[in-house]
């Protein structure tokens, strides 16, 4: 549905998007992630066709979004970083306007009725004769969503779409987005990562403008080294026993073990996932644990986050840097 391929972004002699290429399929919802100045919101604005691209293209459903401009826009709905009101209006003029210029004619009340759909997907029927410039800046960023899908767009582009938002109305946004997948595209930038983990099916990561990654969690998280995977690990009975029995398992070690509730001891292990075996790694030590009499109340192998992966991804880049200022310093 989204197809950008070879996409840069130059300003003068900086570079805020270095060639990349991704694809997002109908009906996924995609996560865009990057550290501040990755180049997210400029990547965002090329796919939007708010910003042309120096070098590159965007297909929209097949528009090239800068030859087929107009036509590439109307099949999206996009929502941006700082948010773009009219003060003066009120929030079901404001709406109104915008459905009016996207093309949402007056004609049998479709207007009035996809204004109040909007209003009440993003639960702000109730503000609908506030003046715009009288919200909060979390009802603004409310608006601003009911803008981006006023129009039902197939594609939706949604940059830091939970900005300023409280708790619970992050808890409702997320309820609309995932409710909205399937029948539309979308592409979501955010720096909470939970929240993609949560959202999205798929995820693209951004660093110094280019793609680090993009896939599944599940391909991005093979595709990185892996190291020991930590795994909580609560028995009954006595810890140098269950020393014993670890010291047998080859790629397990001890970390931390304390005392639960007498005599139950909870241990904090490191699994060996370098060959993707860990979890039969902690199988084996179960069955260890159970030929020696000791009782197995809990495991818990964690998986590598999206905060995990994003910082291994990101940290590298920023470890990178540090290293070629230094570089540049001492050729000074």
Partial sequence: MIVATGLSKRYGSRTAVDGISFEVPRGQIVGFLGPNGAGKSTTLKMVAGFLPPTEGTVTIDGLDAQEDSLAA??????MPETVPVYPELRVEEFLS?????????ATGSKRKKAVERAMELTKITDRARWLVGELSKGLKQRVALAD???ADPPVLVLDEPTASL???????VRELIRSLGGEHTIVLSTHILPEVEATCSRVIILSKGRVAAQGTMDEIRARLSSDARGTSFVFRGEIQAFRDVVARVEGVSIKDVTTAEEPVRRASLAVDDSDGDAAERVERLVSECVAAKLGVREV???AKSLEDVFRELTTKDRASDESDEETKEDER
């Fill in 73 to 78: 826009r109307a099949k999206l709905g996009y």
């Fill in 148 to 150: 981006a899908i006023v």
């Fill in 97 to 105: 306007f915008r459905a009016e210029i996207k093309g949402v004619r």
């Fill in 166 to 172: 409280d708790p619970n109305q992050i808890i409702d």
């Fill in 300 to 302: 818990t192998l964690a």
